[in-house]
Each structure stands twice: as C-alpha cells, then as structure tokens.
T-cell receptor
C-alpha cells in the first residue's frame, strides 16, 4: 500500500496553462505539506495544512493555491504557469502539527516541466 | 536565517569503505534533525531522526550524531554497499514547524 501518493507523476505543459497536482495519504495523519525541489535540488516548503486548515504559507506566488477537502487529501492548483515553475513537487504528511518525534512521509514527487 | 549546509556535495567511495557525511546548521534552536535518503526519480525516505536532547541515533549500519551547540551532525554508513548509492539529505526541524533541508550529499559506491 502506498502511504503518500501523488498524481500525476509527470506533467508537461505550456506556459500560461492552469494545472493541478493531487496528493493523498492513507496513514491517518493530521498534517500535510507541499515542497518544491528546484533544478539545484534544493527542497523548500511551500504550504502546510493541519486538519484541513492552512498553517504554513511561505512566500509563494498567489498563482499557487492549495486545497484540502479532507485531512487525507491536499491538492495543489497552479494558475498561469511560468517557466520558473518547472520543478519537482513533493507532498508529505506527518502524524501531527507539533510532533517533534515524528518524521514526515514523502510522496514520489510530481515532475512538472513548463515549456 | 535557518540555513543547512551539507559537505561534500558529491562523493564516490569503493565498496566496503565507511561513508562520512557532514551537515551543519546556522540556528541551533532545533527540535530535531533528520537524515533522509533520496533515490533518483523517487521520494524521500526517512533514515534516522535525532531529538534535540539526544547525541546520536543508530539503525543497522547507519549512525547519526548531533552536536547542537556547534550546529553539526554527521551520518556514518559502515561498510558501504552499491545499494547505498543515493542522495542523502539532512533536515532540521525548527520551532516554527518548518523543516529546513540541505542540498544533499550525492553518494556513489563503486563495486
């Protein structure tokens, strides 16, 4: 069973398009995250949700809008895609928001290429 | 600023040698430090998690140490195997619940 799954795995699209990436976790965790890993392999947090509520919103353009319909799902919608959005986007989850003894479980990543 | 640095960025070792990967962080007010493994085209897998009050953690051939006062952690992998080839990421959890990552140590173990 896949603990954290993401769809699609690969996404190739034209500049200016709108696209969504879906994430689901079957671990019963309360907290979910979106990370971006750029071409230099630097992994940086974008958003975090705890029980469907937005907790962390880093300095991310408004074109990125996360949505959590329930605590097992955290989707990422991107409007007006730009070349600089090309990256690998990782979804992750953890048991709770303030757990210092817990690790985060990562999905396999979605490789986005904007042409 | 909460920065995490990993040195060296890449290294190759012959099979059987011990691996030593270094991580340093600028802000010592950490909750925990974690080491992850990332394989090409795959997600991250947690290897070891060290609480801020701990000095080290061990799992099989892996041992990670933490010196919070000097802002350093070291991951030791004993008797390396070709299957250990991967990128190893160090991540530090701060009180604002942000996990700050280093850029990784890319390891190749040569058979």
């Amino acid at each position: 069973d896949t603990a954290v799954s993401q769809t699609p795995k690969y996404l190739v699209t034209q500049m200016g398009n709108d696209k969504s990436i879906k994430c689901e976790q079957n671990l019963g965790h309360d907290t979910m995250y979106w990370y971006k890993q750029d071409s230099k392999k630097f992994l940086k947090i974008m958003f975090s949700y705890n029980n469907k509520e937005l907790i962390i919103n880093e300095t991310v353009p408004n074109r990125f809008s996360p949505k959590s319909p329930d605590k097992a799902h955290l989707n990422l919608h991107i409007n007006s895609l730009e070349l600089g959005d090309s990256a690998v986007y990782f979804c992750a989850s953890s048991l709770s928001w303030r757990g210092t003894q817990e690790t985060q479980y990562f999905g396999p990543g979605t490789r986005l290429l904007v042409l | 600023k909460q920065e995490v640095t990993q040195i060296p960025a890449a290294l190759s070792v012959p099979e059987g040698e011990n691996l030593v990967l270094n991580c340093s962080f600028t802000d010592s007010a950490i909750y925990n430090l974690q080491w992850f493994r990332q394989d090409p085209g795959k997600g991250l897998t947690s290897l070891l998690l060290i609480q801020s009050s701990q000095r080290e953690q061990t799992s099989g051939r892996l041992n990670a140490s933490l010196d919070k006062s000097s802002g350093r952690s070291t991951l030791y992998i004993a008797a390396s195997q070709p299957g250990d080839s991967a990128t190893y990421l160090c991540a530090v959890l701060y009180g604002n619940n942000r996990l700050a990552f280093g850029k990784g140590n890319q390891v190749v173990v040569i058979p």
